[in-house]
């Protein structure tokens, strides 16, 4: 079923919560463990990175600039 085109608002409250209010002024709410699913999978999925240890911060040399830009 299409509702693309017939959704006229959506509202996510903080602890996840979707309300959907379509142009008729029906309204569909939808629970967290319906619509977070993908959130969870996301954030499991991140990992911390790796430092590069520099001399000094506000100084890069060279060679130091050219490690952090090899990371990007």
Same mark, same amino acid.
């Given at each position: 079923?299409?509702? *693309? !085109?017939?959704v006229?608002? @959506? #509202?996510?409250?903080?602890? !996840? /919560?979707? /309300? @959907? /209010?379509f142009?008729? !002024? =029906? @309204?569909? /709410? ?6 977070? =699913?993908k ?5 499991? !999925?991140i990992? #911390?990175?790796?430092?590069?240890? @520099? #001399?000094?911060?506000?100084? *890069? ?9 090899r990371?990007?």
């Amino acid at each position: 079923m299409r509702t *693309l !085109g017939k959704v006229a608002n @959506v #509202e996510v409250t903080p602890d !996840g /919560t979707a /309300t @959907v /209010t379509f142009k008729d !002024g =029906s @309204v569909a /709410t939808l629970t967290p463990d319906k619509n977070s =699913s993908k959130k969870q999978k996301d954030a499991a !999925g991140i990992k #911390e990175p790796a430092k590069t240890p @520099v #001399e000094d911060p506000a100084n *890069l040399t060279q060679a130091e600039k050219k490690m952090q830009l090899r990371k990007q």
